[in-house]
């Protein structure tokens, strides 16, 4: 039985967006997360986040998942955002019933002048529509910020705060396409997934202001975050489809792994490379130390 002060059993994910192949940034991010889980003798979901129908690419998700299954990675479950919308809108209607969300006439130029003008940071939301539309038409919802100083305990990277009135303003829930927006659906799925710990990119740390902000106004659980290094491309770009990164499916996966291990601080023996796959996850396994991972965010990549 369960008891007052029972621990949650660990649960960790990886979530691809289904915009491109899986390229060595993911990898890094989906091995730390799975490694993580298994030391934790916990569960480990592949969750793909397929909600952005304009930058998805056709069979980006099956490949994806190919690709894992080549690596040797073992999900214990498999979910698809574009399956829980209904969850997203009920979750959306209770933030407007609460008379926490506003609807917003501005386009992406518009704010993006005042910014200019005002020498504010360009993804910056100045609040215009807060106090009403001005006789516009709505094109998105809003969430109302109404506790902006946020603090964020990042196993990884230490503690932070953030003020969320300076750094996004009352940021997008659902967009003038009618799509809902990744800061929601990954708030509410990470905290009814029963996410404990989110183990990730360090890119979407300000993100996770964002998102922990949402669960908390909903009443829901936040898990814990450890945001690791991003890997970089010697101009220090993030790598990614823009950045024409490399498709990990044409490399050997040991030798990917092994690079993946070394870079998230593990210090892998060189004659893993060698060995099988079964035996590279076997260290991995048992040798997996989080808090090896450097305090850095980004890393160059190899590949
Ligand atoms: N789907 C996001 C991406 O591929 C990551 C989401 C997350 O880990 O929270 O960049």
Same mark, same amino acid.
């Given at each position: 039985?369960?008891?007052?002060?029972?621990?949650?059993?660990?649960?960790?994910?990886?979530?691809?967006?289904?915009?491109?192949?899986?390229?060595?940034?993911?990898?890094?991010?989906?091995?730390?997360?799975?490694?993580?889980?298994?030391?934790?003798?916990?569960?480990?979901?592949?969750?793909?986040?397929?909600?952005?129908?304009?930058?998805?690419?056709?069979?980006?998700?099956?490949?994806? /998942?190919?690709?894992?299954?080549?690596?040797?990675?073992?999900?214990?479950?498999?979910?698809?955002?574009?399956?829980?919308?209904?969850?997203?809108?009920?979750?959306?209607?209770?933030?407007?019933?609460?008379?926490?969300?506003?609807?917003?006439?501005?386009?992406?130029?518009?704010?993006?002048?005042?910014?200019?003008?005002?020498?504010?940071?360009?993804?910056?939301?100045?609040?215009?529509?807060?106090?009403?539309?001005?006789?516009?038409?709505?094109?998105?919802?809003?969430?109302?910020?109404?506790?902006?100083?946020?603090?964020?305990?990042?196993?990884?990277?230490?503690?932070?705060?953030?003020?969320?009135?300076?750094?996004?303003?009352?940021?997008?829930?659902?967009?003038?396409?009618?799509?809902?927006?990744?800061?929601?659906?990954?708030?509410?799925?990470?905290?009814?997934?029963?996410?404990?710990?989110?183990?990730?990119?360090?890119?979407?740390?300000?993100?996770?202001?964002?998102?922990?902000?949402?669960?908390?106004?909903?009443?829901?659980?936040?898990?814990?975050?450890?945001?690791?290094?991003?890997?970089?491309?010697?101009?220090? /770009?993030?790598?990614?489809?823009?950045?024409?990164?490399?498709?990990?499916?044409?490399?050997?996966?040991?030798?990917?792994?092994?690079?993946?291990?070394?870079?998230?601080?593990?210090?892998?023996?060189?004659?893993?490379?060698?060995?099988?796959?079964?035996?590279?996850?076997?260290?991995?396994?048992?040798?997996?130390?989080?808090?090896?991972?450097?305090?850095?965010?980004?890393?160059?990549?190899?590949?």
């Amino acid at each position: 039985m369960p008891t007052a002060n029972h621990k949650k059993a660990y649960r960790g994910r990886f979530a691809p967006s289904p915009s491109g192949p899986l390229h060595f940034g993911s990898l890094l991010a989906a091995t730390a997360s799975y490694l993580q889980a298994r030391q934790q003798q916990g569960e480990w979901w592949l969750r793909i986040e397929d909600i952005d129908p304009p930058r998805e690419v056709k069979g980006a998700s099956q490949q994806i /998942i190919d690709t894992l299954a080549l690596y040797g990675f073992e999900w214990d479950n498999l979910t698809y955002q574009s399956q829980r919308l209904a969850l997203y809108q009920g979750y959306l209607e209770k933030l407007q019933q609460a008379s926490l969300t506003y609807p917003c006439a501005c386009s992406r130029k518009e704010i993006q002048q005042f910014n200019a003008q005002q020498s504010k940071p360009a993804g910056l939301y100045p609040g215009t529509c807060r106090s009403g539309l001005n006789g516009k038409m709505a094109r998105s919802i809003r969430i109302k910020i109404t506790a902006p100083i946020q603090t964020l305990h990042d196993t990884i990277q230490g503690s932070q705060t953030s003020d969320l009135s300076r750094t996004t303003g009352d940021f997008i829930l659902k967009r003038a396409d009618g799509l809902f927006s990744y800061q929601l659906a990954v708030a509410i799925d990470d905290s009814t997934q029963g996410m404990t710990q989110i183990v990730r990119g360090y890119d979407l740390h300000a993100s996770s202001f964002c998102q922990q902000y949402i669960q908390q106004v909903l009443g829901l659980d936040s898990p814990d975050y450890a945001h690791i290094p991003v890997a970089v491309t010697p101009d220090g /770009i993030k790598l990614s489809k823009q950045s024409a990164a490399q498709d990990i499916a044409t490399q050997p996966p040991r030798q990917v792994l092994w690079q993946a291990l070394t870079i998230l601080g593990q210090q892998p023996p060189a004659n893993l490379k060698t060995q099988s796959l079964k035996h590279l996850w076997q260290w991995g396994f048992a040798n997996w130390n989080l808090s090896s991972v450097p305090q850095a965010q980004s890393v160059l990549s190899p590949f």
